[in-house]
């Protein structure tokens, strides 16, 4: 009997700053972020000069389908290197025409990889005519009618897919009726359908297959590699620049440590030298994250390099030792602001006192257990003012003064699906909708009751050129800022040469700036 054979492709990407909307600051955060990465993963245990990262995604739904429908199925898994042009376009031409698909799975996660995802789509159907494609993905499910518009998209998958991709391909290999499939877009008799979304599911023992990690790690990995793991789903926090509430729910769901940490035992016997929890609140339940930090311990994982990330008011002495037991060298915290009412007004259960004295206190009892702290900061949160930007930029001095390792200045980006999106007249915002079809890179897309597109634009810039010198000067190497900086200079006058002159006629000035 022969097996359907499913194609799944990876659009993630850590983007490089291009166009002509890139400011000078755009490119230093991103270089010096680079860096500082750079510096967390020099180890011992880490051969390979690059380090390459596992998709969780596609994994995740590859190793559902496995288990469901193996005897039924031939999979292959692409994660593309988005970064790399002439890469990308060879490697999935040659997968199609090697493999040649009956259904290609493409995950599209955010709203930067849209652009990709539809490339990706177009040339599969350029290829393989007939292979039906699916998008999915959290940027996917918020954007999945726009997507349905485009003649070569056949279905939209909205929400979680561990349940409702099996479902669907099950349906497409035995031309079934998919009123039943969850959450699900598709054509009909020339009309556009779309199923109620699956209710929220249970997460205790889902695990990535090791089958599926072998041939992973196999077939697509030359060197170390770092792998993403998940130890629940949902936020209950609703702030105003994040899906995670809406997409996976606002009731957090606990994977079983045991199934979390036999999951890093399959990733490290695949090769992988670090691993990145992507949970948005890895210590919101110090029960749950202390039986997976013992284990790890145990199971004698802790040779590995592991990070995560957590809320600054969700960290105390107890919780920052069980971290440090476990080898969780890299906590990013996040601030987001110094102003506590700023806090509490964008997000429905934020409720820190004073937000000053705790993210200091965070920061000193990770650094007392030599857990290393980098600080994510939002600019452009609604109702800002004159005097709160001023407490910020205090704060991210006083933070690198107490043991801060990085603070990665971010710029706030009121994606679909998000309460920002849904509801600017509550926040006093005015946002302009059309940037979704006309995304780039340093393009500011609303202006607030206190300060204008262009205003945010220069408090941006202010705060990361402040941060990239407190980093350069606590590392305590001028030649890292001089590499930094000359880099950016090369590359913003790169970007702004090239948007007059086609990229193919300036070799020299891209070998120049080392592009």
Partial sequence: MRRTKILFIETNCDYMPSGRNVSFADLLRYITLRHYWGQ????????????????????????????????????????????????????????????????????NNHLFDEGI??????????????????IGGL??????????????????????????????????????????????LYRKQGKLLKNNPLSYGGIENQCIDAEILKKFSR????????????????????????????????????????????????????????????????????????????????????????????RTDLIDRETAKVLAEANI??????????????????????????????????????????????GSFVVGMPFETKETIKETEKLINELYDNGLSFADIKFLMPFPGTP???????????????FVNQWSFGKICFDTDNFSAQQWKRIYSKLVMISVMRYTKRIGLTSVGKECFSWAVKRYICNRLTTFYPMSKNRDLRSWAKL
Avoid at 63 to 87: A, G, T
Avoid at 161 to 180: A, T, Y
Avoid at 337 to 354: P, Q, W, Y
């Fill in 219 to 310: 077939d697509y990995i030359p060197g170390s590699f770092f792998a993403t793991v998940e130890t629940m789903r949902g936020c209950p926090y609703n702030c105003v620049f994040c899906l995670l509430g809406e997409y996976q729910g606002n009731q957090v769901r606990f994977r079983d440590p045991e199934c979390v940490v036999e999951e890093i035992t399959n990733f490290k016997a695949a090769g992988a030298r670090a691993i990145r929890f992507i949970d948005p609140n890895l210590t919101i339940d110090y029960d749950h994250i202390a039986k997976i930090c013992r284990l790890i311990k145990k199971r004698g994982l802790d040779d590995l390099i592991y990070k995560g990330q957590t």
């Fill in 329 to 374: 060298r890299h906590i990013c915290l996040g601030f987001e602001t110094a102003s506590s009412v700023v806090l509490k007004k964008t997000s429905s259960k934020m409720e820190i006192g004073n937000m000053r004295k705790t993210a200091l206190k965070a920061v000193r009892t990770l650094s007392e257990q030599n857990i290393d702290v980098m």
């Fill in 40 to 107: 967390a993963f020099r180890d011992k245990n880490i051969k390979s000069k690059h380090m390459y990262s596992a998709p969780l995604g596609i994994m995740s739904l590859a190793s559902s389908l496995h288990n469901k429908l193996k005897d039924k199925v031939c999979l292959k898994l692409l994660p593309i290197n988005l970064q790399e042009k002439r890469f990308r376009q060879e490697i999935l031409t040659k997968a199609l025409e090697d493999f040649s698909p009956d259904i290609a799975a493409i995950s």
């Fill in 139 to 184: 940027s996917a499910s918020y954007r999945s009618e726009e997507l349905m518009r485009l003649p070569y998209v056949d279905y939209v998958l909205v929400g979680e897919g561990e349940d409702s991709f099996p479902s669907l391909v099950s349906g497409i290999i035995n031309n079934c009726d998919l009123i039943k499939v969850p959450g699900l």
């Fill in 117 to 134: 995802a539809k490339k990706v789509a177009m040339k599969i159907k350029e290829i393989c005519p007939g292979a039906k494609i699916i």
């Fill in 420 to 434: 920002m999106w849904d509801n600017p007249d509550y926040f006093n915002v005015n946002l302009n909708r059309d």
